[in-house]
């Protein structure tokens, strides 16, 4: 089993800035890729940036530019560094683990709010 704990989210002004963490534990020898996704009511879950363990990195357009994925393997931890928010991307941002065997694993969540 893999483990994994997000934090960092909260409530930021449009234009701010925050950085989440995912804290992985367990299984994570095997892990070949991360990645964050965010949850709306109204939206399905959307993948936003993935990590690869060769450090290889891809992000859905509409965090090109403003976010950063990255990882500390010391720390077992990835990153999520978000600058220049906007309202619409207020979520619930989840933490996403992938193993070589094919098992996923799936943080709880953090939430982000965006608003003045």
């Known amino acids: 089993q893999v483990q994994l704990v997000e934090s960092g989210g909260g409530l930021v002004q449009p234009g701010g800035s925050l950085r989440l963490s995912c804290a992985a534990s367990?299984?994570?020898?095997?892990?070949?890729?991360m990645g964050w996704y965010r949850q709306t009511p109204e939206k399905q879950r959307e993948l936003v940036a993935t990590?690869?363990?060769?450090?290889?990195?891809a992000y859905v357009d509409s965090a090109k530019g403003r976010f950063t994925i990255s990882s500390d393997n010391v720390k077992n931890t990835m990153y999520l560094k978000m600058n220049n928010l906007k309202p619409e991307d207020t979520a619930v941002y989840y933490c996403?683990?992938?193993?070589?065997?094919?098992?996923?694993?799936w943080g709880q969540g953090t939430q982000v709010t965006v608003s003045s």
């Open positions: 367990g299984s994570i020898c095997s892990i070949y890729v």
């Open positions: 996403y683990a992938r193993r070589s065997d094919s098992l996923g694993f």
């Open positions: 990590i690869t363990s060769g450090g290889g990195t």
